[in-house]
């Protein structure tokens, strides 16, 4: 009986997948449900009070101010290009500011990387904290001289070869990127495991993952290069011909003196200290005489403004006739002037018998509106709030 329930089985088992309609399964975006509904309740009981969040900023209504960069006399220079999220400003002006040295010198257009500099800086970042046991600064930011120091060490690359963006990364950033290195050496300077190369290996594996591997040879216009070949080979110019030049009451002027902030991290004692008017007559020269020209100093002020395109000095922050190197110097040590933006000069223009100047910025707000990329800065707030600039020596 058994036997003939088996063979009655397997006789009928075709016959009944057969008369099985075959299922299938296909991919379907995702449809709100009632879970949305209860998340979004909780999410609106448990949100904070909004706030209007206003900024304190000059009113610009009626202040004649230059319109376009178009009324500026202007040296050549490459487009503005966007740094993103990223603490790079200083490598993006310098840069900016040597690919203009190298056409006024050389006639040469080229558009250089600035993540190739930045990458390299992070290295050397890196080394010093750990041979100073974690007591320099590791941040995003540097000066405008370690982009000629990095050039000298490690060369430099075309833009094209290396931009420091991953396949299909369309902005700069370096968010995670800087958190997951900074959480390293913290750990390494709490257990005490200063050991160069092991930190130097990891912090590189990091920003390759982030910025991609900076080549050791390529290819330009048929040649190929190391990136040192290609700097002493293509670039042409002399970087011990280029000076950082700041203003500060506390050292003697006309001395080499140590630019005391945070991202001058190494310490560097190369910055030719100069009286406030002599500061403004070789900027005023140098514009004049075809020098672009990196200014860093504060541009987190109520005076500037990233929709009118300039930047100013309210008179009620301090009357223009007030400004010298006193009033320069109390803004400093009560630290409301920092060293936060470096930009590139690229312009100038004479209005009204004061001087302004064009700025090509790669920080996010001069994309806002208008010439994108730049501002227009009265001569002003160069006194007060830029700390410093960085110019060719021939222009002092």
């Known amino acids: ?23 299938k399964a296909v991919y379907t975006e995702p449809k709100s449900g009632y879970y949305d509904t209860i998340r979004t309740n909780i999410e609106e009981f448990n949100k904070k009070p909004s706030t209007d969040k206003k900024s304190f900023k000059m009113d610009f209504t009626g202040i004649d101010i230059p319109k376009s960069k178009t009324e500026f006399t202007s040296f050549w220079h490459n487009g503005p290009i966007n740094q993103g999220m990223t603490g790079t400003c200083w490598s993006f002006s310098a840069t900016s500011m040597l690919e203009s040295e190298i056409f006024r010198i050389t006639g040469k257009k080229i558009k250089l990387s600035e993540m190739h500099t930045a990458y390299w800086e992070y290295v050397e970042k890196t080394k010093g904290f750990i041979r100073s046991r974690g007591t320099t600064n590791f941040g995003e930011g540097s000066q405008a001289n370690a982009v000629t120091r990095a050039w000298n060490n490690y060369g430099v690359v075309p833009w094209d070869v290396y931009n420091g963006l991953l396949p299909g990364q369309k902005s700069h950033d370096h968010s995670k990127m800087f958190d997951e290195m900074n959480a390293f050496l913290r750990s ?16 590189r594996a990091i920003l390759n993952t982030y910025m991609g591997v900076p080549p050791e040879t390529f290819t330009y216009n048929g040649k190929s290069y190391t990136p040192q070949e290609f700097f002493k080979k293509e670039i042409s110019i002399d970087l011990n011909d280029y000076e950082a030049v700041v203003s500060f009451m506390k050292e003697p002027y ?21 009286p406030l008017d002599e500061f403004m007559a070789k ?23 990233s929709y009118a395109k300039a930047a100013m000095v309210p008179t009620f922050d301090i009357p223009s006739l007030y400004i010298d190197e006193n009033a320069r110097q109390f803004r400093f040590v009560n630290s409301t002037t920092g060293d936060d933006h470096g930009i590139h000069c690229v312009g100038y223009m004479n209005k009204n018998g004061t001087d302004w100047f064009l700025i090509k910025d790669s920080g996010s707000g001069s994309f806002n509106a208008g010439d994108k990329g730049y501002y227009f800065y009265h ?15 021939k222009a002092l």
């Open 188 to 203: 390494v300077k709490e257990r005490n495991a200063w050991n160069e190369a092991e930190a130097v290996a990891t912090v």
């Open 254 to 274: 006309n001395t080499y003196v140590e630019y005391p902030v945070a991202d001058n991290w190494w310490h560097s004692k190369e910055y030719l200290n100069l």
């Open 1 to 23: 009986m058994k036997y003939r329930l088996a063979i009655l089985i397997v006789i009928s088992l075709p016959l009944l997948l057969a008369a099985q309609q075959k299922n």
């Open 283 to 305: 900027i005023k020269k140098a514009i004049r005489n075809g020098y672009t020209i990196v200014f860093f100093g504060d541009v987190s002020e109520p005076g500037l403004d």
């Open 379 to 393: 001569e002003d707030y160069v006194k007060l709030k830029m700390l410093g600039f960085f110019v060719s020596k």
